[in-house]
């Protein structure tokens, strides 16, 4: 029987066919896995059968015994994978295969009805893709998204929940991160921010803040996060976007991935790019955090009113936030109050010193050396000083790294 369905699948009907990635396509198999030794149960569908299929030998079948775990590794392992479902009244044969080539491969996931009335096969591949992704390990973590060199493809990595909150941030534009985490608590609708600031000036954590925050406040939440290290393009991070729902999204430094018409050899590469943005940015449940270090080198295309629902500015650390930020590195009150003192804090601003600076100087100050003289105002502002110094002998006149050029 299994031979002629075989056969059967080359003949198709009706037939769905869907490049997969790597560990969705993992996913799907594993899912399937599940169902047939019945640690899995779900209305949706009616597997009926499933086995493997090996290139060389044939027909690898699996009995269904629940439990077996080895019986389970072994049929994922394999590179072609059959299963009979009964979808709608209707049966179909959906089948995951690996397809080599010299210098890589890749994953299908098709699905093949046996009516030519039928025209649910991409109902059914969809179904599977969510399902099998909301049962997977993936679903409801921070991910990151890259490319991996070792293996050639694009991979997933699960993150530790960050444990920054909104309190731990210093910013005054807290208002509007409520406001974005609060949509998101809803559902139903869509958000997008864009952090604009030089490096040093909060964007980062700010960013962990709102991810922690925003996965506490809705449990279904998928967080998947992109810089310019994972060598991933912005039609694949968005790709995978739309397998998770709800899904925020943060992407460090867009500009890397979008850019401006300025930096773009040919005008239609940053034009296929918005149309792709367009389309993520109009779906409910698609919320989007995105950081550039100056708007400059972000085509004003994308920072349109409607691309993005707010802007916000990072810019020097406010002098309000000095003493909290270094109780929150030192916890030192003692110290904390150096940070009040008038002198220190108009030094301090007078540099529009930013909160990466503020740290560094904290930390230069918890040496041992320093641990009765760390408490004079004197000492700080000597050391303060000498930092500045050493910092502005390797800068060039554009660039900055925490402090005001003077």
Not at 182 to 209: D, M, N, R, W
Request: glycine share 4%.
């Amino acid at each position: 029987m299994r031979q002629r369905l075989l056969r059967d699948l080359n003949i198709s009907i009706t037939s769905y066919v869907k490049n997969l990635y790597y560990e969705v396509w993992q996913s799907v198999k594993s899912y399937l896995v599940k169902i047939h030794i019945g640690q899995l149960k779900t209305d949706t569908l009616e597997l009926e059968d499933l086995f493997s299929v090996s290139p060389d030998s044939g027909v690898v079948s699996s009995p269904a015994i629940s439990g077996l775990s080895s019986n389970e590794d072994f049929i994922i392992s394999q590179p072609n994978l059959v299963a009979i479902i009964r979808f709608r009244d209707h049966k179909y044969y959906v089948s995951c295969n690996k397809i080599e080539y010299p210098r890589s491969s890749i994953y299908i996931l098709s699905v093949t009805g046996t009516d030519p009335e039928n025209i649910n096969s991409a109902e059914l591949a969809d179904i599977l893709i969510k399902e099998a992704i909301a049962t997977s390990g993936y679903s409801k973590k921070i991910l990151r998204i890259f490319y991996d060199e070792m293996s050639d493809r694009i991979s997933l990595k699960i993150l530790p929940p960050y444990r920054v909150k909104l309190k731990d941030i210093f910013i005054k534009e807290k208002d509007e991160l409520r406001d974005f985490i609060e949509v998101v608590k809803k559902g139903g609708s869509s958000i997008k921010y864009l952090f604009v600031g030089e490096p040093g000036t909060g964007k980062t954590e700010t960013i962990k803040a709102l991810l922690s925050e925003c996965m506490e406040a809705n449990s279904n939440l998928t967080s998947i996060v992109v810089d310019a290290s994972c060598r991933v393009s912005l039609t694949t991070v968005i790709e995978y976007a739309q397998i998770f729902k709800p899904v925020l999204v943060c992407i460090d430094d867009i500009d890397l991935l979008v850019g401006s018409r300025d930096r773009f050899p040919h005008p239609s590469h940053l034009a296929s790019t918005l149309q792709i943005l367009d389309g993520f940015l109009s779906t409910d449940e698609f919320y989007l955090i995105a950081t550039t270090n100056d708007r400059a080198l972000l085509d004003w295309a994308v920072r349109r009113p409607g691309r993005f629902d707010y802007i916000m500015e990072f810019g020097p650390l406010d002098p309000q936030f000095y003493p909290d930020l270094v109780l929150r590195e030192t916890r030192d009150e003692k110290f904390a109050e150096i940070f009040k003192d008038p002198e220190v804090v108009k030094k301090l601003s007078s540099l529009k010193i930013n909160g990466a600076f503020l740290v560094t100087l904290v930390r230069y100050l918890q040496r041992p050396r320093f641990s009765e003289t760390k408490y004079s105002k004197k000492e700080v502002l000597e050391v303060l000083n000498r930092l500045f110094r050493a910092f502005k002998s390797e800068l060039r006149s554009e660039e900055s790294v925490g402090f005001k050029l003077v």
